[in-house]
């Protein structure tokens, strides 16, 4: 799926290729197809620049559902703007909201896989449990939850706390082609991917 507007900055079209690639080989890894047509929903998703990558890494799977969630109206707005179905047999939905409340929300479908790219635990761990739970609540049977984090101790501490209410962690893989980036030490785009599902 192509993006209908260009992305915001240079780069991140390199960025999210990586990440596709990256997602494709995690999938191999752990053997994981989901249902067709797939329910994918994207957690603090921003401007959920991944979602054309994530479309094509979960090929030849369509995806039938797809929602974004974020707390700033600006990038779902953006996101909405940028990524449109290519067949009207999928929806894609952005909304503005509090992804760390999903148990309210109950009109959700259960989910083949919850996406959280570059998760954001040192903003506020407390509310971060609560949003790492309730989105491993939102899986299927057999479905999965996938993060990315930026840095190393802020990855760690997300998976202690999935690990804290019983996920089980399928992979955790450094990302070889990760790029670095200026801004703060240790910190590279997508640094980081686990893939976790719900105790059996
Ligand atoms: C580091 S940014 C990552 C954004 C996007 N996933 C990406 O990779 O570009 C963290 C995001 O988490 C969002 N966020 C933090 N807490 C949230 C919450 N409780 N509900 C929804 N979004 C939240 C922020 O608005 C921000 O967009």
Redesign the pocket.
């Known amino acids: 799926m192509r993006p209908a507007i260009p992305f915001r900055h240079f780069g991140i079209d390199g960025d999210v290729s990586r990440l596709g690639h990256l997602m494709r080989e995690a999938w191999g890894l752990i053997r994981f197809v989901p249902e067709s047509p797939a329910t994918v929903l994207n ?5 959920a ?1 991944e979602t054309g990558a994530l479309f094509e890494a979960l090929a030849p799977v369509p995806v039938g559902y797809y929602l974004g ?4 109206p600006g ?1 779902i707005a953006e996101a909405s703007q940028r990524w449109r179905p290519s067949s009207s047999e999928t929806r894609i939905d952005f909304r503005t ?4 409340i999903t148990h309210r929300m109950k009109q959700l479908p259960g989910f083949d896989l919850v996406f ?3 998760q ?1 635990f040192w ?1 506020d761990g407390p ?1 971060w449990d609560r ?1 790492l739970e309730n989105a491993l609540n939102c899986l299927k049977p057999g479905g999965v939850l996938a993060f990315t984090s930026y840095f190393d101790r802020e990855h760690a501490l997300a998976l202690a706390s999935l690990k804290m209410v019983g996920a089980e962690v399928l992979l955790n893989m450094r990302h070889a082609a990760s790029r670095p980036l200026a801004d703060a030490p240790g910190k590279s785009v997508d640094r980081h991917l686990a893939i976790v599902s719900r105790s059996s």
């Open positions: 957690l603090a998703c921003g401007r620049d969630i974020d707390l700033l990038d909201g509090d992804a760390s959280i790219r570059h954001n903003h509310q949003l």
